[in-house]
């Protein structure tokens, strides 16, 4: 949809500066009042083209949604399995689910981002009617040593709005080349009384900050994990106070008009986390942990079951798990999962660049790290990260943003601290993976910001949210 929104812009360009250049100074060349006056008028006029041609765009995104879902969501369960070479789908359970808070007009993936898709079609016509990239856990084993060795599962579930018809669901894999195969194919009918529609879990919800109708709004839930019954207002607080910080940082400074946050009080049994490698164990809900891949700070959770269980309690786009603890630590995974420490002092960072690459699909851009992957990016293809690039296909990426006068790559001196460059390091590679600043919310958490490529494409994905 937003692809079609910036082919409209590029073909209406040219005609009008054509009547611009033809009208204007024939009639009023020496009226520079008049002639401002008729430039805003066009301008005006211009915009009016471009929404009365936006129309029909929109009008159709709504028909789709109209005709063929309804406002609930639909939750398909599966296990994604394997090792470093293959991939098996398992199917789990398919429930209906009370919300659903994505756009009824913005349907349709067109930003291509992820390590995996999944993909909605009308049975009966064979219509595209739904689709979104997504990340997993299970991608990022695979490309660990022990994925050599062993096979395993991690839990998913594709979300979608609720169908009025018979769909054929299908789970796409990107291959090593970045083109995406379809691994697995499912007919559902909206109708089969196995499909579980239950109440969600009565737990406790909070509003933090409302907006508007989940439909125009990117609408973020936080759930608790690691806080006991008694730490009800710890949590609440905390969820108030670091959601806080994503506004104290552009663009999210300037879009929080855009955004609806909720928060879910769902107890644990104990406070804290899982510390596997200093032998400590805590009866959390959602069951986290650190040393994921066995990095101290990577925090992050595979019970995803009960994370959807409880997130379905509010209309949400993006779930984020806080967890009560003071240690460094986070992770995140686009469309689908964002996890962050509540109280070390670095959780501002840390809480702002999860995020990133949860909502965003944003690729790392540090590359000295204790990042325990192996090949995890082919140099020889242009990586799917927005602010990644391997120079292969570098038209697709932030060339249009770096000027004429600055060098490819763009040495990492003093001198382009403030430019948009090439600057080679990133995806925890030194060589080979180029990044677009010296230094970004991506990077670093000596960052200020985002910067301007990461900014831009964080924007983006709020306007599809929104609709703007
Ligand atoms: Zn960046």
Not at 389 to 396: A, I, M
Request: hydrophobic fraction near 35%; proline fraction near 5%.
């Amino acid at each position: 949809m937003l692809r079609a929104w910036q082919n409209c812009q590029i073909y209406l360009s040219p005609l009008y500066y054509q009547v611009k250049i033809y009208k204007v100074p024939s009639f009023y060349l020496n009226d520079i009042i008049f002639l401002s006056k008729v430039i805003n008028a066009q301008k005006m006029i211009r915009q009016f083209v471009v929404f009365l041609l936006l129309l029909p765009i929109i009008a159709e995104g709504q028909t789709i949604f109209e005709n063929f879902f309804s406002d609930y969501s639909m939750r398909f369960d599966f296990l994604l399995g394997g090792n470093s070479n293959e991939v098996m789908v398992y199917p789990g359970q398919i429930k209906k689910e009370p919300h659903w808070a994505g756009s009824h007009t913005n349907l349709t993936d067109t930003f291509n981002y992820g390590t995996y898709r999944f993909r909605i079609f009308n049975l009966s016509s064979g219509a595209l009617l739904f689709s979104k990239g997504f990340c997993t856990l299970f991608q990022e084993w695979q490309t660990t040593a022990e994925a050599k060795n062993i096979n395993k599962t991690f839990y998913q579930a594709a979300v979608f709005p609720y169908p009025k018809n018979k769909v054929r669901l299908e789970i796409d894999a990107r291959q090593w080349k970045g083109n995406f195969k379809t691994i697995y194919k499912t007919e559902i009918d909206p109708d089969n009384y196995f499909i579980i529609s239950e109440k969600p879990f009565p737990y406790e919800t909070a509003t933090i900050l409302e907006n508007g109708k989940p439909e125009k709004k990117v609408d973020l839930v936080l759930l608790s994990e690691g806080y006991t019954e008694t730490e009800k207002d710890k949590f609440l607080n905390d969820a108030s106070r670091i959601t806080g910080y994503l506004f104290d940082e552009e663009p999210f400074k300037s879009n929080k008009m855009n955004f609806n946050i909720r928060a879910v009080f769902a107890p644990s049994e104990e406070t804290g986390t899982d510390v596997p490698g200093e032998k400590i164990y805590n009866n959390t809900l959602l069951n986290s942990t650190f040393y994921t891949f066995d990095i101290p700070r990577y925090l992050t959770t595979s019970d995803m079951k009960t994370i959807y269980d409880i997130a379905a309690c509010v209309p949400y786009d993006h779930i984020y798990v806080l967890v009560n603890t003071e240690r460094y630590g986070g992770g995140g995974f686009y469309n689908f999962l964002s996890v962050c420490s509540s109280d070390h002092q670095l959780t501002r960072e840390v809480f702002v660049h999860e995020f990133g690459h949860g909502f965003a699909g944003l690729g790392d851009e540090y590359y000295t790290s204790e990042v325990a992957y192996e090949n995890f990016y082919n140099i020889k293809e242009e990586p799917w990260e927005p602010n990644l690039t391997t120079l292969v296909n570098f038209n697709k990426k932030w060339k249009s943003m770096v000027s004429e006068n600055t060098p490819v790559p763009t040495p990492r001196t003093e001198g382009f601290s403030n430019t948009v460059g090439v600057f080679e390091g990133g995806g925890y590679m030194t060589e080979g993976i180029y990044s677009p600043y010296m230094d970004c919310r991506m990077k670093s958490n000596n960052a200020k910001n985002f910067c301007p490529v990461c900014s831009g494409v964080i924007q983006k994905i709020i306007d599809l949210h929104c609709d703007n």
